[in-house]
C-alpha cells in the first residue's frame, strides 16, 4: 500500500513510500484512510523513528472491511478515529473502541484532527473541572490543542484569555472566541482559575504564578523545549492548593469512542470550528512540517490522501 514513511535523509523525515498492507485483528475494522492530520508529537518519531515506519496517531475514511466480530461500523460507514500508528498509510486497521462515525455534513479532512488535538483539549478541560463562570488561561493558544481549547472553554462558559506570540496567531486566536488575548502570561495581571498549557518552559513557570487558590494547571505540551524552573518557595504558602495535573490522551482509553461522538456533534451542529492552517495533498507533507516546526502554522495541517 502507499504510505508516508519515515526517511531521516529527507526534508520533514517523511516521504511517500511503500509499506505492507495491515492485517486487520477481529475486533478491527479496516479503513481506507482519505485525510490525515499532523501533530507536534509526530515530528519526534519521524526523527527517532525507524526507516521506513509507518507513524501518524489520526486518520478518516471509509471502513471497506467490517470488523469479523461483528463489532463497530460496517462497511461504507465514514469513520475518524486514533492509532498509536499507521495513520500516515493509505489502509489501516482500527480498534473499534477507537473509532467515531462520521456525520452527514462532516468534511472527513476536518474530522480527522479531532482525536489528538480536540480529544486532548477536552480532557484537559474535564480534568480542570466545572468551567462556568471560572478563568482560564490557554497558552499556546494558535496551535492544534490550544485552537480546540479556546472554543472548548468557552462553550463551558469560561472567560478565556488565550496566549499567542505573534500578532497574526494573536488575530487567529481572537477569531477562535477568546475573551481577551495577550502575547504572554505576563501580561495578566487578575488571578486564573485554570491553565491549559502547550508550551512548558518559562510560560508555565508564569502561568503558575497566577493561579488563584484551588486552581491548576493542566500539562499537556512543551513546545517552548525549555526547562520550567520555579521560584523557591512558590509552591507553598498562600494561594493554596494549586496543582500541576499532567494531561493523558492516547492509547488504551476506555471513553475514546465517547469523546469522539462528543467532538463530531458539536462540529455537526456548527458549536465548533476546526482550526484548520494548512490542508494540502500529503506528498506535501515537508511543507506541513515545515510549518509547524518553525511556528508557522495555526491551527491543524491536514493531509489529503491520493
Known amino acids: 500500500m502507499r504510505a508516508l514513511i519515515v526517511d531521516q535523509e ?17 475486533g478491527q475494522v479496516l479503513v481506507e484512510v482519505r485525510h490525515t492530520s499532523l501533530n507536534a508529537a509526530e515530528l519526534y518519531f519521524a526523527e527517532h523513528g525507524a526507516p521506513g515506519q509507518v507513524i501518524g496517531f489520526d486518520s478518516a475514511g471509509v471502513v471497506v472491511r467490517a470488523a469479523a466480530n461483528g463489532a463497530g461500523p460496517e462497511a461504507g460507514s465514514r469513520v475518524v478515529g486514533f492509532g498509536e500508528g499507521g495513520g500516515f498509510a493509505a489502509l489501516r486497521a482500527l480498534d473499534v473502541a477507537d473509532l467515531a462515525v ?6 472527513l479532512g476536518e474530522a480527522a484532527t479531532l482525536p489528538v488535538a480536540a480529544g486532548t483539549a477536552l480532557r484537559a478541560l474535564e480534568q480542570a473541572g466545572p468551567l462556568l463562570g ?9 496551535g492544534g490543542v490550544g485552537g480546540f481549547a479556546v472554543q472548548l472553554a468557552a462553550l463551558g462558559g469560561a472567560y478565556v484569555i488565550g496566549v499567542a506570540g505573534s500578532a497574526d496567531g494573536r488575530r487567529w486566536v481572537g477569531e477562535l472566541g477568546a475573551d481577551e488575548v ?5 501580561e495578566v495581571t487578575d488571578p486564573v482559575d485554570i491553565v491549559i498549557d502547550n508550551v512548558g518552559g518559562t510560560q508555565l513557570v508564569a502561568a503558575y504564578r497566577l493561579l488563584t487558590s484551588g486552581g491548576n494547571l493542566q500539562s499537556v505540551g512543551w513546545a517552548s523545549g525549555g526547562d520550567a524552573v520555579l521560584p523557591v518557595g512558590s509552591t507553598l504558602g498562600s494561594p ?31 458549536k465548533l470550528r476546526v ?6 495533498p500529503w506528498d506535501k507533507v515537508a511543507d506541513a512540517v515545515a510549518a509547524l516546526s518553525e511556528r508557522r502554522l495555526w491551527g491543524k495541517a491536514v493531509l489529503d490522501v491520493g
Open 10 to 26: 529527507v526534508p520533514g523525515r517523511l516521504r511517500p513510500g511503500d509499506a505492507p498492507d495491515p492485517e486487520p485483528g477481529p
Open 102 to 107: 462520521v456525520p452527514d455534513g462532516v468534511d
Open 240 to 270: 493554596a492548593p494549586r496543582s500541576v495535573v499532567s494531561v493523558y490522551n492516547g492509547g488504551g482509553l476506555t471513553d475514546r469512542r465517547a469523546q469522539l461522538d462528543r467532538l463530531l456533534a458539536l462540529v455537526a451542529a456548527g
Open 275 to 280: 482550526p484548520v492552517g494548512w490542508r494540502g
Open 134 to 142: 471560572r478563568r482560564v488561561l490557554v497558552t499556546g493558544a494558535s
Open 182 to 186: 495577550v502575547a504572554g502570561p505576563q
